[in-house]
């Protein structure tokens, strides 16, 4: 999965490539916040960008893309179906709803944002399985490049496909040192699933890890660096967030270093630091 990452690309099992580092926009506000941000990071190199309904700044990011003067086909835009919305028809108005809100004709990738839903805990299976029927609808009509799923481990994972026609290109995880999910890794890797890695700072609680800031100074790198280039070596695919212009520039230069094997392996033994979001299977949203 990761052989071309010197071409700052992976390549989904569809065929299509996808940037391999995106712009995550969670916590940004909508507006002129979120407008600038997503503008300064277009600027500033990157060509993908995260957001999702719940994010609530879908207007903002269309509004800052647009802005940018990017060439809508030069980027990749990812949304995600909130929780409240489930099965066939109601998801693709919902669809619908995100392409008005970000003023757009097709997303790139749409993503189920997570697998049980606290309003359709008793029967998840089901509504995931008409919920992936749509999505597969979207892909086959053109309307969206790649379909995949968020914080789904393996049990959820395994439901879908037990049905599924397309196998989900992404599965978007929390995924930073200190918190591998080995189990879900594992599963996406033998399917062929492209895993994104959302907090790969850990939401900020890694940048004073010692170890890891031992390692940037090592490498004359900044901590957040460390993170997310052992993270691309990994073959995963980092969403970096920051409303801060010398970060947001910070974390995409990525491509001119590399993490030793004994170093990578030394950050892969870091002690555990759990979870900073939810449990999947029992989130209370
Ligand atoms: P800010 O938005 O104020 O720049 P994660 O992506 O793991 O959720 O972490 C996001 C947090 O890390 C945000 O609080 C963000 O702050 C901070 N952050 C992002 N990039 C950097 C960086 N290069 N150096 C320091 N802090 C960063």
Redesign the pocket.
């Known amino acids: 999965m990761n052989e071309k990452i010197s071409e700052n690309t992976y390549t989904l099992h569809n065929q299509v490539e996808i940037p391999c580092v995106g712009f ?1 926009t ?1 916590q940004v506000p909508d507006g002129e916040t979120a407008a600038n941000a997503v503008m300064h990071a277009i600027e500033a190199g990157y060509t993908h960008i995260d957001t999702a309904v719940v994010y609530h700044n879908e207007i903002g990011v269309g509004a800052g893309i647009r802005m940018s003067g990017a060439a809508r086909e030069k980027l990749f835009v990812t949304s995600k179906l909130w929780n409240d919305v489930r099965g066939y028809d109601e998801t693709l108005k919902e669809f619908g709803n995100s392409l008005k809100r970000l003023n757009m004709d097709y997303l790139d990738l749409f993503l189920i944002h997570w697998p049980r839903p606290i309003a359709f805990r008793d029967n998840y299976e089901e509504v995931n399985r008409e919920t992936w029927r749509a999505f597969e609808h979207l892909l086959n009509e053109g309307y969206v490049r790649a379909i995949g799923v968020s914080n789904f481990l393996p049990k959820h994972l395994k439901a879908l496909l037990k049905s599924a026609e397309v196998v989900p290109m992404i599965d978007q995880i929390e995924f ?1 040192p200190g918190w591998m999910q080995p189990e879900t890794v594992s599963f996406c890797e033998e399917h062929g699933i492209l895993v994104e890695a ?7 609680k890694l ?1 004073s890890d010692p170890a890891l800031v031992t390692l940037a100074e090592k490498y004359n790198r ?4 460390i993170c997310l280039r052992w993270c691309l070596q990994k073959g995963k695919l980092p ?6 212009p010398s ?1 947001i520039e ?2 995409l230069r990525l491509f001119d270093f590399q993490i030793s094997k004994e170093d990578s392996d030394l950050i892969d033994g870091l002690a555990c630091v759990g979870r ?1 979001g939810s449990d999947p299977d029992n989130a209370k949203f």
């Open positions: 995550g969670w930073h959302w907090s790969p700072l850990g939401s900020g940048l900044s901590t957040a660096q969403l970096p967030k920051s409303t801060t970060r910070e974390n900073t």
